[in-house]
């Protein structure tokens, strides 16, 4: 079966504004090198939002504007996980983050394996 873990385990990821979290999001059931990794995220009364993507075999990632600067995608193939970096975190960053799975490229995605999600709550 092809499913994506994330860390966190469940439990709620609580930071300080201005602080880091790096969430990670392993692979089992298959490798990544042929996928494209999404990161999303989920506020609550919100849209989902694509926050980043890494095209594994270019290694190509895209950020979306509220975090660039911000955010670092980096993936460590020979363990099969994707790493998200997130400094200087603001309470607006706070939501439900999940990344997602999609043969090729980000710019051709279609996600059909997503992580359980981690909820990271950023106080002011």
């Known amino acids: 079966e092809m499913q994506l873990v994330q860390s966190g385990g469940g439990l709620v990821q609580l930071v300080q504004a201005g602080g880091s979290l790096r969430l990670s999001c392993a692979a089992s059931?298959?490798?990544?090198?042929?996928?494209?990794i999404g990161w999303f995220r989920q506020a609550p009364g919100k849209e989902r939002e694509g926050v980043s993507c890494?095209?594994?075999?270019?290694?190509?990632?895209d950020y979306a504007d509220s975090v660039k600067g911000r955010f670092t995608v980096s993936s460590d193939n020979a363990n099969n996980t994707v790493y998200l970096q997130m400094n200087d975190l603001k309470p607006e960053d706070t939501a439900v983050y999940y990344c997602?799975?999609?043969?090729?490229?980000?710019?051709?995605?279609?996600?059909?394996?997503w992580g359980q999600g981690t909820q990271v709550t950023v106080s002011s």
């Open positions: 997602a799975a999609s043969w090729g490229s980000c710019h051709t995605a279609s996600f059909a394996i």
């Open positions: 059931g298959f490798t990544f090198d042929d996928y494209a």
């Open positions: 890494i095209t594994s075999s270019s290694g190509n990632v």
